[in-house]
């Protein structure tokens, strides 16, 4: 088991590295020849309309916001206030970051955390560009998160948990980091109903966002396992699926996945 992960985990880490590497050369959401469920074929700006407001995408330079891998917006539901501290799991090019580092202001900090070293150049290189003074980029693995306990006021994740092949880890290392009162607001990728087993056994579904979703229900008894109290969740229709009859809905999935916000807190 911990060999398939380690597996699991070095296929989604290279992937995400294509990303990356074809985001700093051509400066688009979906590159040419990289398989991606996590983003929408076509037109990219209306695939990051789909997840943030206009106004949000306009506070920040286009090639920052076009570079949208997400399922949703947890900053839409995190209720960010100036002065706290926020870590994103996942933070890919950064572009959840900034916007949570435009909330909580000067006073406040924001650390993003990604175990793929392309992504974190990225991201590092996007930071300059905008000139985030109060953000940060850590190297890192969400199972271990290399933050100090009873640290952070909100964990925040985009589309991300779903790709860990040991969820159980990652929401004990968001309870642990958290401060006592602290919140989670997460997006997220759940099963309506269960996949194929050839669905379930791709690496390019892992790596796609749906291979290694769990169950809504398991999904959400984890959180609440792992010291999580207040667990509130809204299922929506998952965005990459909503505006073609291409890709993924080709394999039925429209009914079996969803998208889901979830905001919990640590008492």
Known sequence: MEKDAEKIKKFVQESYGRRAQE??????????????????????KTYAEMLYTK???EALPQSVADFALGCGNPIAIAELKAGEIVLDLGSGGGIDCFLA?????????????????????????????????????RLGEM???????????????????NLSPDKDA????????LKPGGRLSISDIVLLQDLPQDIRESLEH???????ALK???????????????VVAEEVEVPFLAETDKGQTRLGLRDKIASLR??????
């Open 23 to 44: 985001q700093e050369k051509a400066g688009a959401c979906c590159p040419s020849g990289v398989p991606s469920s996590c983003c929408t074929p076509g037109e990219v």
């Open 55 to 57: 106004e949000e995408l």
């Open 101 to 137: 580092a435009q909330r909580v202001g000067a006073t406040g900090k924001v650390i993003g955390l990604d175990m793929t070293p392309e992504m974190i150049r990225l991201a590092r290189e996007n930071a300059r560009k905008i000139g985030a003074e109060n953000v940060e980029f």
């Open 143 to 161: 199972e271990r998160i290399p933050v100090e306990s009873n640290s952070v006021d909100v964990v925040i994740s985009n589309c991300v948990i």
């Open 170 to 177: 990652v929401f004990k290392e968001a309870f642990r980091v």
């Open 206 to 212: 892992w790596a796609g966002c749906v291979a290694g």
């Open 216 to 230: 809504k229900d398991v999904y959400l008894d984890k959180i609440r396992a792992a010291g999580f109290v207040k």
């Open 262 to 267: 979830v905001k919990a807190f640590k008492p």
